[in-house]
Structures are given as C-alpha cells and as structure tokens.
C-alpha cells in the first residue's frame, strides 16, 4: 500500500490540472463553478506512484457536513483506477 496524498483545493498544482483535460468532471473550470455555485471545499486524494485520484467535496452547511465524490454520479472519471485502488484512496480520506 502505497502513501495517499491529500491536499485542499487551493494547494493542488496547476500541473496537476493540465493533465485533466479530456474530463469535464475533473477540470479546474468545473470545479471552479461547484466552488462559486456552492461554497464547497475540495480536497485532492492521489496515488503519487501510480496517479490514481479522486476529488472530494466537503458539504458544510448548519444541518450536516458531509464528504462527497465528485462528480456527484456513478462516472468516477478514472478509466483505469481499480476498485482496491479507489477504496485505498477513499480510506485514506
């Protein structure tokens, strides 16, 4: 098991966002308008050996905080993670 990197929204490299760019759900412009539209936090979950990530975003508002997988539907983005892999990721989060 390989060590998961966390980092908020605000710290992830522009390098990392250049390299989304054939999926809409993981681009920096659409996050960008979930962050404007609904205040959300988001937080990057990566395999730095193997690439693998997953975006979360934290839901905070007075009735619950709630961690989210984007893009908020059953299309994870990620054509190669395997499950192990997602749920190592998820776990570490």
Same mark, same amino acid.
């Given at each position: 098991?390989? *060590?998961?990197? %966390? #980092?908020?929204? $605000?710290?992830?490299?522009?390098?990392?966002?250049?390299? *989304?760019?054939? %999926? #809409?759900?993981? $681009?920096?412009?659409?996050?960008?308008?979930?962050?404007?539209?609904?205040? %959300?936090?988001f937080l990057l979950a990566q395999d730095p050996a193997s690439g693998n990530f997953l975006l979360f975003g934290i839901i905070d508002n007075p009735?619950?905080?709630?961690?989210?997988?984007?893009?908020?539907?059953?299309?994870?983005?990620?054509?190669?993670?395997?499950?192990?892999?997602?749920?190592?990721?998820?776990?570490?989060?």
């Amino acid at each position: 098991m390989s *060590q998961i990197s %966390i #980092l908020k929204y $605000s710290d992830i490299p522009d390098a990392f966002w250049a390299e *989304q760019t054939n %999926i #809409l759900f993981h $681009s920096k412009e659409w996050i960008e308008v979930l962050r404007k539209s609904y205040n %959300i936090e988001f937080l990057l979950a990566q395999d730095p050996a193997s690439g693998n990530f997953l975006l979360f975003g934290i839901i905070d508002n007075p009735f619950e905080k709630k961690l989210v997988g984007l893009p908020f539907s059953d299309y994870a983005g990620e054509d190669n993670i395997s499950c192990n892999k997602a749920f190592e990721i998820i776990s570490a989060v």
